[in-house]
């Protein structure tokens, strides 16, 4: 079952933050990347090329955590453990043109436009989380 979010959290998720990205080196030390996300049904998903060091990083540890800050106020943020669930390279020049759609306007990213980068999509399941800056009720 999925984990679910109050949906004061919900909404927050849907606006365009950024998300920290932590992954495991191969000794064992922390990998940081700031990333590009989006939360759908309970599951984060990000894009990436299966050159990057974060890609590397899952294929050997699916173990994350994820710190998804607020633009406009970075003292507010949702931090969260989870587990890759899911790496799929069907659709992932679509799905980073949507990302691309939602962070900066351009239907189109831009770093890539004739489609030639090894893309994959990242499905992570979120196990628990903690936050800042948002009220309980």
């Known amino acids: 079952m999925a984990m679910s979010f109050p949906q004061n959290i919900l909404d927050f ?4 933050n950024f998300m920290v990205l932590g992954t495991v080196r191969k000794d064992g030390t922390p990998q940081m990347t700031i990333v590009w996300f989006e939360h759908e049904s309970g599951t984060f998903k990000i ?14 540890n699916p173990n994350v ?6 633009r406009g106020n970075p003292y507010r943020y949702l931090q969260i ?21 939602r962070y900066t ?4 990213y831009k770093n890539d436009p004739d489609r030639k980068e090894d893309r994959a999509i990242i499905s992570i399941e979120p196990i628990r989380y903690s936050s800042i800056g948002f009220p309980t009720s």
Not at 49 to 55: D, F, G, L, M, N
């Open 65 to 70: 955590t994820m710190l998804v800050y607020d």
């Open 13 to 16: 998720l849907k606006e365009p």
């Open 105 to 108: 306007g351009n239907a189109k």
């Open 47 to 60: 894009s990436t090329t299966t050159q990057r060091v974060k890609y590397k990083n899952i294929a050997k």
């Open 81 to 101: 453990q989870g587990k890759v669930s899911d790496i799929a390279k069907e659709g992932a020049h679509d799905f980073i043109d949507k990302l691309s759609g």
